[in-house]
């Protein structure tokens, strides 16, 4: 069935240590992908996106990388600062003419002082 | 510009009785999908509507039901409520027609089924 999962519940980083969350998709032909922060009380929060066309983009201390090959996503976040604790959700949108946005199951964050 | 306002936040129904959710997407916006948020099955598309129109629909049953109006803004129903019903409810407007465009989340609804 339709799933982008994650790899890992819950990830543990010292502040200051770069943090790499990560995702799997199952269909091919998706061809734009998400995350999201998730802080507790609070809607999901646009982070960074990419599409398929492209296998690498930066922004603020974030970085996604794409594999099409092995259907792969990663978040990477430099220099985890406290503020990044929260729960990280990949999502991946389908559709033409009407799109539908499904999300992994989640990965949260801890960043230990 | 204010962000994705949903009303109420917080709800408490009892099985068998039914209940509305309220969107009111960013001013522009003309694009409001809705999700179900739960511990088990994590974030879920119920569906997403553009210029009054559903155009897709995630695997929910017919209880669950939504509309949009002329000025964008979105309701959701669920009728016969059940105790797995207890959810967040996320409501999310984006600019246009393409699922490229960034969503932008609203709070929730928080609905609890006795």
């Known amino acids: 069935g339709e799933s982008v999962g994650l790899h890992l519940p819950t990830l543990s980083v010292q502040e200051g240590d770069n943090s790499i969350i990560n995702c799997a998709y199952s269909n091919s032909a998706s061809d734009y992908f998400i995350w999201y922060k998730q802080e507790s009380g609070k809607g999901p929060q646009f982070i960074i996106d990419i599409r398929s066309n492209m296998d690498k983009r930066q922004g603020q201390r974030v970085t996604v990388l794409l594999n099409k090959t092995v259907k792969h996503l990663s978040l990477q976040i430099a220099a985890t600062q406290p503020g990044d604790s929260a729960v990280y959700f990949c999502?991946?949108?389908?559709?033409?003419?009407?799109?539908?946005?499904?999300f992994g199951a989640g990965t949260r964050l801890f960043v230990k002082a | 510009k204010a962000g994705v306002t949903q009303t109420p936040r917080y709800l408490i129904k009892t099985r068998g009785q039914q209940v509305t959710l309220s969107c009111s997407p960013i001013s522009g916006h003309r694009s409001v999908s809705w999700y179900q948020q739960t511990p088990g099955q994590g974030l879920q598309f119920l569906f997403e509507y553009f210029s009054e129109t559903q155009r897709n629909k995630g695997n929910f049953p017919g209880r669950f039901s939504g509309r949009q109006f002329s000025n964008s803004r979105s309701e959701m129903n669920v009728s016969t409520l059940e105790l797995g019903d207890s959810a967040l409810y996320l409501c999310?407007?984006?600019?246009?027609?393409?699922?490229?465009?960034?969503?932008?989340f609203g709070p929730g609804t928080r609905l609890t089924v006795l």
């Open positions: 999502a991946e949108t389908r559709g033409t003419g009407g799109f539908k946005t499904i």
């Open positions: 999310a407007s984006s600019l246009g027609a393409r699922g490229t465009d960034t969503q932008y």
